[in-house]
């Protein structure tokens, strides 16, 4: 059995007298697909927060392949193997497609963003490499019929795949998915279950948050169930729908 690639040990944080997550403990082993699920404002955003580095925590430890990253922000994370995506679409609506998974070949080394577009540092091969890789991803997304596109000209189930296609330009370790089925039909949820069993064959582990049951039941190999900031269950997909206090909490109501 190898280490865990992520561990939050005791992990809390505080909004002034909000405690959004309140001593949070769970981790995620290399290509694992983990879920993150709970009522609204039970702290899956912040804890997707808090491990990318977009939000230091309150109290607690956050180790990531081995290292503390406490002390690290997001960009020194990205570079490590951890990237995200947003519960709303964050894309740059300008950008096309391909420019857009591009900043994310970038992050991989640190740089900015928009480095990538003004094609600050780097040699034309340098250039031409990336620009290879990208339409890789972007044609494993899906979404190489639109890559000249705008970002802002295609659907916004469209642009939850561009986000995930441009974490996955960083080369990641593991992908913190917020929410990546917000909006999409029943045919696309299913497209999107296979993308994320098809990251996992990649190797990288996956955390997702997501309030489709029937997509967390059929790609999870683990599920994370939090309440008031706080875990209330951990198991198999089978161990979740069958826990009272889960199904108290959150399956037996409008879901
Ligand atoms: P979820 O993603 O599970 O719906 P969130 O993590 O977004 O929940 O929110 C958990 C709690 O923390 C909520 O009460 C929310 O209002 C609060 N919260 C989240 N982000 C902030 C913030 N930046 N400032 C203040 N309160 C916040
Ligand atoms: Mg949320």
Request: glycine share 10%; charged share 20%.
């Amino acid at each position: 059995m190898s280490e865990p690639l992520l561990v939050l040990n005791r992990v809390s944080k505080n909004f002034g007298g909000v405690q959004a997550v309140k001593g949070l403990s769970f981790s995620v082993n290399p290509s694992e697909i983990v879920g993150l699920i709970g009522p609204n404002g039970s702290g899956k955003s912040t804890s997707v927060n808090l491990i990318s580095g977009t939000l230091p925590v309150t109290s607690g430890g956050i180790e990531f392949a081995g290292r503390s990253v406490n002390h690290l922000n997001i960009s020194a994370r990205v570079p490590m193997g951890l990237a995200r995506t947003f519960q709303t679409t964050s894309v740059f609506p300008e950008f096309s497609v391909l420019d857009q998974v591009l900043t994310g070949c970038h992050t991989r080394y640190g740089l900015s963003p928009i480095s990538a577009v003004l094609r600050l540092p780097g040699s034309r091969a340098e250039e031409t490499q990336q620009r290879r890789k990208a339409h890789k991803i972007i044609d494993f997304v899906g979404l190489s019929d639109v890559a000249d596109q705008p970002a802002s000209a295609i659907s916004s189930a469209q642009q939850r795949l561009l986000m995930i296609g441009t974490a996955l330009a960083s080369e990641p370790k593991l992908v913190l998915l917020d929410e990546p089925a917000a909006g999409m039909v029943a045919k696309e949820r299913k497209d999107l279950s296979r993308l994320i069993l098809g990251i996992q064959e990649q190797g990288i582990a996956v955390l997702v948050i997501e309030h489709h049951m029937g997509l967390i039941m059929e790609v999870c190999e683990r599920i994370v169930v939090l309440n008031f900031g706080q875990k209330i269950a951990e198991g198999v997909p089978a161990e979740i729908r069958a826990n009272p206090a889960v199904i108290d909490a959150y399956l037996g109501g409008a879901h």
